[in-house]
């Protein structure tokens, strides 16, 4: 997974929208889009920096949250067809396993789109299990 | 001195304890700058200084440092309501974005437990922007639970470990 993430990196830049690029955040949380075509998904490499629980080794609870918060706003961009990133009203993240020291894979879902409240739900897994569940609420 | 649920003594936790082991060693903290200001029974005030690096396309702080801040700072109310660095667990997170954020603003999460039973214990509060020191508006309400006496060794236990 770690080599595949790796290798594909560079490949999937151009497919991340452009404002995260341009974030001086996007080059501390290399978030790398690993999108099959039949599903969208993403994937945020483990790295000691995103440790939260030290005694764990598991990611911080804010880098999971940034990471769904993230991802919901590429998948609305890509589904809504929009010129820029929106930004979210409010999140909301169940924290279901600790996210231990292996990459997070998150996958997003279109809850609804309409035409001034949109919900996706993205959720976040670990060797295929669920380790959270965000719902991000945009409303412009 | 006091006694937790268990009946064990617990020391108060002061404010320099938590600065050392909780935020000046780890290294996602201080990649961040983050600063325990005012660390209270129940309450946590953590701030985090404007770092370019940090940025959205616009030069403000990114929100994921907003969130990362406010769940840390959740954290340490809970661990200054229980009065001892016990194993918790972040269960559900809630953050409601209000003003944006401005070029240059700090941060600073003002966060307080306002519930504490024997599993879970409840936390809320503001993340507000900070500009030349002083407070300016409110960028998100932030609303929490976290499960209490989970499994596993604390966060002092880790660096005491570590640090022998």
Redesign the interface.
């Known amino acids: 997974m770690t080599n595949n993430v790796s290798t594909l990196l560079q490949d999937n830049a151009g497919k991340l929208p452009k404002?995260w690029l341009?974030?001086?955040?996007s080059?501390?949380?290399d978030i790398t889009y690993i999108g099959k075509p039949e599903q969208e998904s993403y994937a945020l490499e483990f790295n000691?920096?995103?440790?939260?629980?030290?005694?764990?080794r598991a990611f911080?609870?804010?880098?999971v949250?940034?990471f769904i918060?993230?991802v919901a706003q590429f998948h609305l961009f890509k589904n809504k067809r929009q010129l820029s990133l929106h930004?979210?009203?409010?999140?909301?993240?169940?924290?279901l396993r600790?996210a231990l020291s292996t990459n997070l894979v998150a996958i997003p879902e279109v809850v609804r789109i309409g035409r001034s409240v949109s919900t996706i739900a993205v959720n976040v897994y670990q060797k295929e299990k669920i380790v959270a569940k965000g719902r991000v609420i945009f409303t412009d | 001195m006091n006694r937790n649920s268990k009946g064990c003594d617990i020391k108060e936790t002061p404010l320099d304890q938590i600065k050392n082991i909780f935020l000046s060693d780890h290294l996602l903290f201080s990649d961040m700058g983050f600063v325990a200001k005012d660390i209270r029974r129940g309450y946590a005030e953590i701030f985090s200084p404007y770092n370019s690096l940090f940025s959205d396309k616009l030069g403000a702080m990114h929100r994921g440092v907003l969130v990362t801040l406010a769940d840390t700072a959740c954290g340490l109310a809970v661990f200054s309501a229980l009065g001892e660095f016990a194993p918790i667990a972040t269960v559900d997170l809630r953050v409601d974005y209000a003003n944006p954020l401005r070029k240059g603003q700090d941060l600073e999460a003002r966060i307080h437990c306002s519930y504490l039973g024997s599993t879970a214990a409840h936390v809320n509060g503001e993340v507000t922007a900070i500009e030349n020191g002083c407070p300016q508006q409110v960028v998100a309400r932030v609303t929490g639970i976290f499960a209490v006496n989970t499994p596993g060794k604390s966060f002092s236990e880790n660096y005491q470990e570590n640090n022998a």
């Open positions: 404002d341009d974030s001086t955040f080059k501390y949380m000691e920096k995103f440790i939260g629980n030290p005694s764990l911080h609870g804010g880098i949250a940034t918060e993230a930004t979210p009203e409010t999140v909301t993240i169940d924290y600790p």
